[in-house]
């Protein structure tokens, strides 16, 4: 046991003093990895759901493909995790620090830290309210305003040129959440073209499967006539379904149902056409991160608010795509 | 004017009016269709299920002066332990496996629940602390067994008992009156209830009357455990996956609310199961009332917070006492404050 364990401790020594060899070798440069890769730190907010693990995942995956050396530091969901891991970062001397804000306030004095470190700082995600926006190059997610109008756009484009009135439910993401209230402004303003467009009911399911289920089962008693469905979620989309079906009627048929997000689950039903149109909203950000972050360190200056590359799905566009999803 | 003082009649009162209400605001409030009920009512029936079970399980623990803050996590627990097995099943709609998964998922809600009753029983770890340990930890159980992800089953047996039907009624709504049922005979025809009654009055009293305290508290949690873990098959069977993350989410207060307005003491040592029927039917029905009516999703929570205070006033004698006091002016007698013994 012992003699196992002296060995395994030679073995860290010796690779210890060969790191330390390659890192002098070129100290220069100021990053800690020797062979003039870019260092890109990254915290991420945790591994609260799905849709985060697959941002985690393509973030990993393409700083390799992309060359990058990524130190990732899970914030567990607390902010003063991210502190911790930002100020590392700094005295690592990493070359460009990004991450996504657990909370949007609190952040000036961490980032004027690395603003004086002259470390460039991304936002991935989630924005932050400081009012200094030099303190961070640019902020790259998605614009759920944008989501909502896309969702809007189908369904504007579906009833062009027919008359009559449609009458739309409408379940929203929980009460104060910003997707939630962007998603609800951007449809309502776009549907606004189209008179006959009416939300006759709207009302929050939290995002959940359950929620969505018990009060679209409310709306269907409550409601004359239900044409559309429009969730802020696929979940939530997933449970009304199952009460539309307990309801005898037949889902992406009788009642049109438009959703956001297209996680896997969403993305069957679509091709089952059980939902007719979703409106992506992607965590597979990790390219356009690596892009920028090469861009930032060669010089230049990206805008300073990019958005996602996201797409819509319908029901036939879901089947070729259904097999390539990750998440 | 005794049925007035009744602690029952104004919850059963409210009841019935936001009943009324869904009547007026429904297309169907009760109807047959394909051979089994439908409409409002039934759905509301089917949809308090899960919340009738987990506070029948929680008035038995306040009953005995604790309280169990897990059940939310156990439900979450229950269901990812059933949708994890039942989606490895070759056949998913083999009966028999079902019965049998559905059987090791309430064993192991008992488990948990012996857990927290050996916390606070044989350990002597305050109710609220033992629990809140298993809420917190429990969650995160959940999410270790499905991975963090929603796991789908498509299993038409274990659907049937949220959304089956028998003898035209809803199956989850029937399994959740046998359990009251059953309770009521265990604690009404035998000792048991005096017995509980008595723990929650003083444990130790009872110990000296030659009462086994500790087993009658230990035995109370193991219930609300099973029954939680009840609930969250019949929770997870309903949207046909397990939904680790919002599984049972903050039940626990939906259910202390619903023993609270049943007329059960928090401090233990009487409790009302007709009553927790009615608080646990009236929170559910006012659910479904906000969708209903139409309150913007901004004002639900300020909206059901109002019912909730105007029924809790027209509880306390203190109040109506004060309110309604002067109409018939009485002899002016102090009011005698309840003092916990």
Not at chain 1, 97 to 118: C, M, N, Q, R
Not at chain 1, 236 to 256: F, V
Request: charged fraction near 15%; proline fraction near 3%; include cysteine.
């Amino acid at each position: 046991m012992l003699k196992r364990l002296s060995v395994a401790m030679v073995g860290v020594v010796l690779l210890g003093s060969a790191l330390a060899g390659c890192g002098s070798k070129d100290d220069s440069t100021g990053s800690g990895s020797g062979d003039g890769k870019i260092v890109l730190g990254f915290s991420q907010v945790g591994a609260e759901s799905g849709w985060r693990t697959a941002n985690t995942k393509s973030i990993q995956d393409s700083a390799k493909a992309a060359g990058i050396e990524l130190k990732f530091a899970d914030a567990q969901g607390k902010q003063e995790n991210q502190i911790t891991a930002i100020r590392s970062f700094i005295t690592q001397k990493v070359d460009v620090i990004a991450f996504s804000p657990v909370v949007t306030s609190g952040w000036d004095a961490v980032l004027k830290e690395a603003k004086d470190a002259g470390i460039p700082v991304i936002l991935t995600d989630r924005a932050v309210d400081s009012q200094d926006t030099s303190l961070y190059v640019t902020f790259l997610g998605s614009d759920f305003i944008e989501e909502g109008k896309k969702a809007g756009q189908w369904l504007v484009d579906q009833y062009k040129g027919k008359t009559g009135p449609v009458s739309i439910v409408e379940l929203q993401g929980t009460t104060g959440a910003a997707p939630a209230i962007d998603r609800q402004k951007g449809f309502a303003d776009t549907i606004a073209a189209d008179p006959n467009l009416k939300i006759v009911k709207s009302q929050t399911g939290d995002f959940t499967r359950a929620q969505g289920k018990t009060v679209m089962e409310t709306f269907l008693q409550s409601t004359p006539k239900i044409d559309v469905l429009y969730a802020h979620n696929d979940d939530m989309g997933l449970g009304a379904i199952e009460a539309i079906e307990a309801a005898g009627k037949k889902p992406g048929t009788d009642i049109k149902i438009i959703t956001v997000d297209a996680v896997k689950d969403g993305m069957t039903a679509l091709s089952e056409g059980k939902i007719n149109y979703i409106v992506e909203c992607s965590p597979l950000l990790g390219p356009q991160l690596m892009d920028v972050v090469k861009q930032v360190k060669s010089g230049g200056s990206p805008e300073k608010r990019i958005l996602t590359k996201e797409t819509t799905f319908t029901q036939e566009q879901a089947k070729t795509e259904l097999p390539n999803r990750q998440y | 004017m005794t049925i007035l003082k009744n602690r029952l009649f104004w919850p059963a009162v409210i009841l019935v009016a936001l009943l009324v209400v869904n009547m007026f605001t429904s297309n169907q409030f009760i109807t047959v269709r394909d051979g089994h009920l439908f409409g409002t009512l039934p759905d509301i029936l089917r949809g308090s299920a899960p919340l009738l079970l987990v506070a029948l399980g929680m008035t038995l623990v306040i009953a005995t002066g604790g309280i169990d803050l897990s059940v939310g996590s156990v439900m979450a627990i229950s269901g990812a332990v059933a949708c994890l097995l039942i989606s490895d099943l070759g056949n998913q709609n083999s009966v028999g496996s079902v019965l049998l998964i559905i059987g090791v998922a309430i064993v192991v809600s008992l488990v948990l629940g012996l857990w927290n009753g050996a916390l606070v029983a044989a350990v002597g770890i305050q109710p609220i602390i033992a629990t809140l340990i298993l809420m917190v930890a429990g969650r995160g159980v959940a999410q270790l067994i499905t991975d963090g992800q929603i796991i789908n089953v498509q299993s038409s047996p274990y659907a049937t008992i949220a959304t089956g039907f028998f003898l035209a009624m809803p199956v989850a709504f029937l399994i959740a009156v046998g359990a009251v049922v059953l309770t009521v005979l265990l604690t009404r025809r035998t000792a048991l209830g005096l017995l509980l009654e008595s723990v929650g009055g003083s444990p130790t009293a009872s110990r000296l009357a030659g009462i086994r305290s500790r087993r009658i508290t230990v035995m109370t949690y193991v219930v609300s455990g099973g029954l939680a873990g009840l609930a969250g098959l019949i929770y997870s069977a309903n949207i046909k996956s397990a939904d680790s993350i919002s599984a049972g989410n903050l039940i626990e207060l939906d259910a202390i609310l619903a023993v609270v307005i049943g007329g059960t003491a928090l401090i233990g040592g009487r409790f009302s199961i007709a009553g927790t029927v009615i608080g646990a039917l009236l929170i559910q029905t006012l659910g479904v009332t906000v969708v209903a009516v139409g309150v913007p999703s901004k004002a639900t929570l300020l909206f059901k917070a109002v019912i909730v205070v105007a029924l809790c006033l027209s509880q306390s004698a203190t109040f109506r006492q004060k309110v309604f006091g002067r109409i018939k002016p009485r002899p002016a007698t102090a009011v005698r404050a309840e003092v916990p013994a």
